[in-house]
T-cell receptor, first 113, second 113 residues
């Protein structure tokens, strides 16, 4: 059973609001990832981290930012939400060297009006 | 760079039918290969994996064999159930590389009673 948690599961907010999507894992994994999933199901990597104080941008350009101050915590922040940010956001972690297996949270579905 | 190509969906089957979802990959190293499943409203979870050529991964009646000669990792199940309706993602991870997994676009499976 994977121990990775995302909150909130669902969020509806107005344009211009600041939001933070939380992601926590209790497995002690070094590597963590944020994916944006479009309605066609495809996953787009937007941020990743190799460990504390390490953050990198992914393949898909995103106006969001992330931080990694603690191993277990990898929050994603949007300073000013827009309708184009409406999407499903999935957090994942990986720790076992040499396997590349990911553990995913249940996702945060964001709707910006 | 690395890439994963899987068949487009949706794949629509009747209960107890045989399932094949094709997946081929391109990688410079010797990747590990994965199938993930995403049930409605949830995050992805690992279905099965194979870490070297000719390995067969299996779980819940699903199987896939790592074929290096054809660079393929096709997912099969002999008799699908309605509860197998989900989106299936093929993925690879190069243990000698960046540890950033590469995902296919996902294939939706719909099983009718």
């Amino acid at each position: 059973e994977a121990d990775i948690y995302q909150t909130p599961r669902y969020l509806v907010i107005g344009t211009g609001k600041k939001i933070t999507l939380e992601c926590s894992q209790t497995m002690g994994h070094d590597k963590m990832y944020w994916y944006q999933q479009d309605p066609g199901m495809e996953l787009h990597l937007i941020h990743y981290s190799y460990g504390v104080n390490s953050t990198e941008k992914g393949d898909l350009s995103s106006e969001s930012t992330v931080s990694r101050i603690r191993t277990e915590h990898f929050p994603l922040t949007l300073e000013s939400a827009r309708p184009s940010h409406t999407s499903q956001y999935l957090c994942a972690s990986s720790g076992a060297p040499g396997t590349g297996e990911l553990f995913f949270g249940e996702g945060s579905r964001l709707t910006v009006l | 760079g690395d890439s994963v190509t899987q068949m487009e969906g949706p794949v629509t089957l009747s209960e107890e039918a045989f399932l094949t979802i094709n997946c081929t990959y391109t990688a410079t190293g010797y990747p590990s290969l994965f199938w993930y499943v995403q049930y409605p409203g949830e995050g992805l979870q690992l279905l099965l994996k194979a870490t070297k050529a000719d390995d067969k991964g299996s779980n819940k009646g699903f199987e896939a064999t790592y074929r290096k000669e054809t660079t393929s990792f096709h997912l099969e199940k002999g008799s699908v159930q309605v509860s197998d309706s989900a989106v299936y993602f093929c993925a690879l991870s190069d243990p000698g590389g960046s540890y950033i997994p590469t995902f296919g676009r996902g294939t939706s499976l719909i099983v009718h009673p």
